[in-house]
């Protein structure tokens, strides 16, 4: 068993969907990236069906993954997106995203990501602090326009996740205050070119409880109550993404529970519910492949040396976060206690420890759950060229992006003349 619906074993082989691993492995190389387009596609339907009857926007955290396929994959079942930069914008913009399903997070808009996200007529900027909703202002009124905005709020609740990845304690960086927001909402007009349209808040990733996120759908909702009560017109509510996945044992809420808990507690409000789930769209639905290269046996350990490395996957690395690592092929032979580590000048650069295996120089191993915050965080690190990806879709498998070559990692580089 995997324990991954679209990836199981078929005579001791690890498939996707109805593709051999092996077989894909030898088609495009190692390492890469393989997704499962089942798997997306009934994430994405399982946020949408718990929606049911409710006015929802799902917009997808395009961090997570970027790459057009998946966009497009998501774009053509309906979903908005959640962007972070004006790279993002134009990603979505190119997979055939629709501009007014689009949301602008991040502390740190520039002007001129601003001015392209006014051009394309974007749905809502979360702004998260007073100086860049006083820049947004001040450019909306240059361009002739009117900026939608939410207020990311900071609701101060402890996620109970990593730090790194926590973002709605007051000490985090993100979001305004719900005094502050108050304090702006209230001043609205003093803002001609702006549109208060919602409220927004993020308070974290990886999240496997759901107390953390109904304390702030509360604090969210009074605030939602005072401002409305004050006659202002908000028309969504967005309670950002956050939403965990299982790596290992961990046991967070599904899909449908999450949603269901989401709407039960905002039953009495009438505003359109926006959320912006990454991991728990494509987390799940994507693996790395890798190849052993050398077995290394030292009086202390038993490494594995694959071909992937902290640059290809930097969670491991980053978080000291845990992937489950399948064989490919899978033995009856004695297993070994096994370091699974790059080829990467580091001693940070691991996939996994203390991993029991059967394994022989040549074989492919699965990284599961990579396809979150995989490729998108990667690197080219030691000038190694970023994996390939490649998209399965029943019996048939798409390339979806090119292994790097050498030439493209030095072509924009120069020698002085
Ligand atoms: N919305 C905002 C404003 C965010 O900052 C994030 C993630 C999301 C939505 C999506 O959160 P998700 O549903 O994926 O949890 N690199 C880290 C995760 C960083 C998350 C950053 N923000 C990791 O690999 O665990």
Redesign the pocket.
């Known amino acids: 068993m995997s324990g991954f619906p679209e990836f199981k074993y078929r005579n001791n082989i690890l498939y996707a969907e109805s593709v051999s691993l092996q077989q894909i492995a030898q088609e495009f190389g190692t390492p890469c990236y393989v997704y499962s387009r089942a798997a997306l596609t009934s994430a994405y339907n399982e946020f949408k069906n718990a929606f049911a009857q409710r006015e929802h926007l799902i917009c997808y955290?395009v961090?997570?993954n970027s790459n057009l396929a998946i966009l497009n994959l998501l774009a053509q079942l309906g979903s908005g997106f959640?962007i972070?930069s004006g790279g993002e914008l134009q990603r979505v913009i190119k997979a055939g995203g629709n501009p007014q399903k689009i949301v602008f997070?991040?502390v740190g808009k520039n002007i001129d990501e601003m001015r392209m996200a006014l051009s394309a007529d974007i749905l809502c900027f979360?702004v998260e602090s007073l100086a860049e909703l006083q820049a947004l202002n001040q450019l909306a009124g240059k361009m002739n326009k009117t900026a939608p905005v939410s207020l990311?709020v900071n609701p101060d609740v402890d996620a109970k996740t990593?730090p790194?990845?926590s973002?709605g304690l007051k000490e985090n960086k993100?979001g305004v205050p719900v005094s502050e927001a108050e304090r702006i909402y209230h001043c609205s007009h003093e803002y001609p070119h702006l549109e208060f349209t919602g409220l927004d808040c993020?308070i974290?990733?990886?999240?496997t409880e759901l107390s953390p996120f109904m304390q702030a759908s509360e604090k969210m909702l009074n605030l939602l109550d005072r401002l409305q009560s004050q006659g202002l017109e908000i028309e969504h509510l967005d309670l950002?993404?956050?939403?965990?996945i299982r790596y290992t044992n961990e046991t967070p809420p599904s899909i449908s529970d999450y949603v269901s808990a989401l709407c039960a507690s905002t039953t009495h409000v009438k505003q359109r519910l926006l959320i912006?789930?990454?991991?728990?769209?494509i987390?799940n639905a994507g693996l790395l492949l890798t190849r052993t290269e050398y077995l290394k046996h030292t009086p202390d350990r038993n490494f594995a040396i694959v071909d992937a490395a902290m640059n290809d996957l930097m969670?491991p690395a980053?978080?000291d976060?845990y992937h489950d690592i399948l064989s490919v092929h899978q033995k009856t032979d004695k297993t070994l206690d096994y370091q699974v580590v790059g080829p990467v000048c580091e001693t940070g650069d691991f996939l996994g420890h203390n991993r029991m295996l059967s394994i022989a120089s040549g074989d492919y191993l699965a990284v599961m759950s990579a396809g979150?915050?995989g490729m998108s965080?990667s690197s080219n690190y030691n000038t190694r060229p970023r994996a390939a990806e490649v998209m399965v879709d029943g019996d048939s498998v798409h390339l979806i992006r090119q292994r790097e070559t050498i030439d493209q990692l030095t072509a924009s580089e120069a020698i002085l003349t």
Request: glycine residues 22%.
């Open positions: 955290a961090k997570a959640d972070v997070s991040g979360n990311r990593h790194y990845i973002t993100f993020h974290g990733s990886q999240l950002g993404g956050g939403l965990g912006e789930p990454g991991r728990s769209m987390g969670r980053l978080y976060a979150a915050y965080m």
